[in-house]
């Protein structure tokens, strides 16, 4: 049973470019979660999703970010006319209902 | 919302001797708390997790002890070996309507051989 997939592991972006980061949760996991980490610094939350629904993107800027998880396929965190301050490891954990974490690799992205 | 404090954000051990890392929550509604271990360039992984319902856990080097009353739980890892250098995340969440995980900042361990 394969982990969390993410994909990919690194990115580089020129500034106002768009990045797509994505997420296949491990098998029979419903639940995913997105979070952001910078360097030296802890996990922040972004975005929760269940299948096609968003249910928790408190963590999530209002601009130029958005996320989904489709009825198939992965989850896709989407970031526009990316930054430099976009530059950090993202992360994409998923769960069955009512257990802990599992997390992926992460997608290290550097805007340049 | 909840608030996490994890203490300290650095610890350096000699190989050998145990390490302890405590972390403190504010909701007395939380029932579920992992840790979760960080290696260099990787995803946190799940090393151990307690309930609610139960004051200690221990898994070989590592145990999770709980206090609900005073609202803090320990890391306790025994015997340490360099290989468990990394940075050790706390985390705390409520599992019912729906799960929403707040972590704590971070604790870097170093074990010195």
């Known amino acids: 049973n394969a982990g969390v997939m993410q994909n990919p592991r690194h990115l580089v972006r020129r500034r106002g470019q768009e990045a797509r980061l994505r997420c296949s949760p491990m098998?029979?996991?419903?639940?995913v979660y997105w979070y952001r980490q910078l360097p030296e610094e802890g996990l922040k939350f972004m975005v929760y999703?269940?299948?096609?629904?968003?249910?928790?993107e408190s963590g999530m800027p209002k601009e130029r970010f958005s996320a989904e998880f489709p009825k198939e396929g992965p989850s896709i965190l989407r970031i526009q006319q990316v930054v430099r301050g976009d530059s950090a490891a993202y992360f994409c954990a998923s769960s069955p209902e009512g257990k802990g974490y599992t997390f992926g690799s992460g997608t290290r992205l550097t805007v340049v | 919302g909840e608030n996490v404090e994890q203490h300290p954000s650095t610890l350096s051990v000699q190989e050998g001797d145990s390490a302890v890392i405590k972390c403190t929550y504010s909701?007395?509604?939380?029932?579920?708390f992992p840790w979760y271990k960080q290696e260099l360039g990787k995803g946190p992984q799940l090393i151990i997790d307690i309930r609610s319902n139960v004051g200690e856990k221990k898994d070989q080097r590592i145990a999770v002890t709980l206090n609900k009353t005073a609202k803090h739980f320990s890391l306790h890892i025994t015997e340490t070996q360099p290989e468990d250098s990394a940075v050790y995340f706390c985390a705390v969440y409520w599992v019912g309507g729906y799960q929403k995980v707040t972590f704590g900042t971070g604790t870097k361990l170093q074990v010195i051989p």
């Open positions: 999703l269940q299948k096609e629904n968003i249910i928790d």
């Open positions: 098998k029979g996991h419903s639940h």
């Open positions: 909701d007395s509604a939380s029932n579920y």
